[in-house]
């Protein structure tokens, strides 16, 4: 059983945990993952280690809440257990010897650029970050970014805060503009890091994407987590997270990505109802 130590509402869908468990914490390391069971009845899902502790062995997670499972950790508060907590999994983010980097963060995705964001920090390079939301409602992080970037984009498709328009958007104006960057680390929706693979690939920029497909148990075995990198399949549990963005077929990622969809909103819908919660408070 793992604690939950301390729990944030980021905003009305996304909530971060703190959660006691020190062995993982003492090896994390930026862009490796954990997989969760909130309960006895409850399925395995991946999360990404959001950031650790391993002064007082605690790791973070941030999650969307977008179906039963989440639904049912959401409901944890602190002082309650998790069940089931095993990592730290997939390979640790290739970020050493890098000196300029741009960090692009697309929503939740936000969660997994932060301790990229952050370890480059703190080994001197120079970061600039750009984080993208739908609207204001929606941003998360923004104080934590902007501890750790020499700078930082907002924007918004509405421009209800920062700027309006695209990621992308940023990130060609910085090319424009003269900039220079190692290496170009984009997290977040599938077609947000197939658009930026796009973009940089026309200004031949290194780039790398976490991919998030479907998982089952983490450790290779089942398949589910299968990726076509250039002529390969590769696993993301093992062989990744992190991928060559110019090499990801992102079109067989999003239509992998949404066999389940169906199946998913009707078991966040029967978990809502289990707990008897209101429409909006179960609302994806």
């Known amino acids: 059983m793992f604690k939950v130590v301390k729990k944030k509402i980021l905003n ?8 006691s468990a020190k062995m993982i914490a003492d090896k994390a390391r930026p862009g490796q993952f954990l997989m969760l069971r909130v309960d006895q009845d409850g399925e395995r899902i991946p999360l990404t280690i959001a950031d650790c502790n391993r002064k ?51 929503g939740v995705g936000c969660a997994i650029a932060y301790p990229v964001a952050k370890y480059l920090h703190l080994s001197n390079a120079i970061v600039h970050s750009i984080i993208g939301f739908r609207n204001k409602n929606l941003v998360i992080l923004q104080d ?57 690939q026309k200004h031949n920029i290194k780039t790398t994407v976490s991919m998030n497909p479907i998982m089952i148990d983490g450790t290779g075995m089942c ?13 993301a549990c093992v062989d990744g ?5 110019h090499l990801v077929d992102f079109d067989e990622a999003i239509s992998r990505s949404m066999m389940y969809r169906d199946f998913e909103r009707e078991s966040h819908e029967k978990t809502c109802n289990l707990f008897k919660r209101s429409q909006k408070e179960c609302q994806i």
Do not use: W
């Open 12 to 19: 009305s869908n996304v909530s971060m945990m703190e959660i």
């Open 56 to 106: 007082y062995g605690t790791v973070s997670i941030i999650f969307q809440i977008v179906g039963s499972t989440t639904t049912r950790l959401n409901r944890l508060n602190e002082g309650d257990h998790i069940k089931d907590l095993v990592g730290p999994l997939g390979k640790a983010s290739e970020l050493d010897g890098l000196k300029k980097v741009a960090v692009i963060g697309g």
């Open 144 to 200: 934590e970014f902007e501890k750790i970037s020499n700078r930082l984009i907002i924007m918004t498709d509405d421009g209800s805060f920062g700027n309006k328009g695209l990621v992308t958007d940023a990130l060609e104006n910085l090319i424009n503009s003269g900039e220079k960057y190692d290496k170009v680390i984009a997290i977040g929706p599938l077609v947000m890091m197939k658009f930026v693979s796009r973009l940089t």
């Open 223 to 235: 398949g589910g987590c299968r990726v076509r990198v250039g002529n390969e399949v590769k696993f």
């Open 241 to 245: 997270p992190d991928f060559d963005g």
